[in-house]
Structure formats: structure tokens, C-alpha cells
């Protein structure tokens, strides 16, 4: 399953944190929820609007647990946007060790 920017089912509430931001993002399964939490950390630095998919870049991360898969996932779509790359649309299938994604921006 890929998710889009424009996709009404995908959203986050932005929440209290003492790091410069938090959010909660709900999805059905696990590879959902990657998807949802990469586009939501592209939305907090750039509008989505308007971003279509021209370019794909792949991406895999692998990591020890759960929580430090997410953490390096989210870090690996920051420096992404950070570089200029904007994702519309992200895809992601979870491995015994990781994830792999495709993002489409």
C-alpha cells in the first residue's frame, strides 16, 4: 500500500513534547503507520500541496527494534527534505530486519 499527501484517511494531531515537536499518527498496520509518520514529518517542513510525483528515491533502514526503526526511518525522510526532496507519496514494506520505501516527490 502506498500513502499519498492527499489521501483523506492519513492525519496526525500534533501533541506536547519536550523535543522541538511531537505528533500522534494512527494507522491500521505497522507499514501504514511508516508511511503516515514520513509524510507527516515532510508536512512539518514544507506544504504537500501541490508536490507531485516526478522523481522516486529508495530508502531502507534496518535497526534493532521497533522504536529505533521508526526513529531512523524518520530521521532518514528528514534528511531527504532537508536535501531538497519533497515526498507526495511514500510506500514501505517491512523486512525481518527493517523496511525498505519507496518515495515519490
Keep these: 500500500m502506498t500513502t499519498r499527501a492527499g489521501d ?3 492525519s496526525a494531531r500534533e501533541i506536547e513534547h519536550t523535543a522541538d ?3 500522534e499518527v494512527e494507522a491500521p498496520e505497522w507499514e501504514a503507520l511508516l508511511e503516515r509518520a514520513g509524510l507527516v514529518v515532510a508536512a512539518l517542513i ?6 507531485s ?11 534493532g527494534t521497533r522504536e529505533e526503526l521508526l526513529h531512523d526511518w524518520l ?3 528528514l534528511i531527504r527534505v532537508q536535501a531538497g526532496f519533497v515526498p507526495c507519496e511514500i510506500g514501505v514494506r ?9 518515495l515519490l516527490g
Aim: proline share 3%; net charge negative; no cysteine.
Design 8 to 10: 483523506p484517511a492519513w
Design 46 to 51: 514544507v506544504s504537500l500541496d501541490g508536490v
Design 94 to 102: 517491512s523486512t525481518d530486519a527493517g523496511l525498505s520505501a519507496v
Design 21 to 23: 515537536v511531537g505528533f
Design 53 to 63: 510525483a516526478q522523481e522516486a528515491v529508495a530508502i531502507d533502514v534496518t535497526a
Design 75 to 77: 530521521q532518514a525522510v
